[in-house]
């Protein structure tokens, strides 16, 4: 497989605390890739680095060829990198398909945004059943599925999802987990941080172990469920 995303001396910082250790990684085009570990292990400060949410103190990023370290979130979305935050974000007082009209903001091609609309309906009918409601007035789970479809608005290469399952009854989350297993199938190339590690490594063809801003393990997802490095990182870990 080609690879999609190269990550080289990856570091993020805030003000003297030093989140994101210098790692490496590389994320291959068409599969899911879990990145794994405690609470404060860097997993969403280095999706946040990706899209450009908060600077990457040093290293460097590439996409599709192309180094995109520094380039500003309104450039990375465009460009086929989008992520779908932690704790949804959606705006509770505008309404479903105001939020999802959000995540097309820079498609310029008719076509292409009337593509995006029906591609998301069809994965989501509940979201258009309630296109007109306030997204703030959704459950838990509905929410979750609008944060995803205004992130698939764009038509990302690469979708990042950022503890997807979070606060999700068990009967949602196994729903999310088949999505992600269904977006690949249709050609999204995905890296998710999830706590819900049986499940991560399930949909997942690799996965990264994060522990104290560092890449600790990495391997199959079938050998990383196995792994002493795995466990330590959760148990022993932070």
């Keep these: 497989m080609t690879s999609l995303l190269s990550v080289q001396s990856l570091a993020v910082r805030y003000g003297p605390i030093e989140a994101v250790r210098g790692i490496d990684f590389d994320i291959k085009e068409g599969e899911i890739v879990a990145f794994l570990g405690a609470n404060g292990a860097g997993k969403s400060s280095t999706l946040n680095a990706l899209v450009g949410l908060v600077p990457v103190a040093s290293g460097t990023v590439t996409f599709e060829g192309q180094a995109i370290t520094d380039w500003p979130p309104e450039m990375l979305a465009p460009s086929g ?93 196994g729903q999310v987990f088949d999505l992600i297993s269904l977006l690949r199938d249709q050609g999204v190339t995905l890296a998710v941080v999830e706590q819900n590690v049986a499940m991560a490594l399930e949909v997942a063809d690799r996965g990264y172990v994060f522990a104290s801003g560092e890449i600790v393990a990495s391997g199959p997802a079938s050998e990383l469920a196995q792994s002493d490095a795995l466990k330590s990182a959760y148990l022993g870990g932070e």
């Design 81 to 173: 990198i989008t992520l779908s935050p932690e704790g949804r974000r959606v705006f509770g007082a505008l309404s479903v398909a105001e939020n999802l009209a959000m995540g097309a903001y820079a498609i310029k091609n008719k076509k292409a945004i009337e593509a995006a609309w029906e591609r998301v309906y069809s994965l989501f009918p509940i979201l258009y059943e309630r296109r007109d409601q306030y997204a703030g007035t959704l459950s838990g789970g509905q929410q979750q599925m609008l944060a995803v479809g205004r992130a698939l608005m764009s038509g990302p290469k690469l979708l990042l999802l950022d503890e997807p399952s979070l606060g999700l009854a068990p009967k949602i989350i």
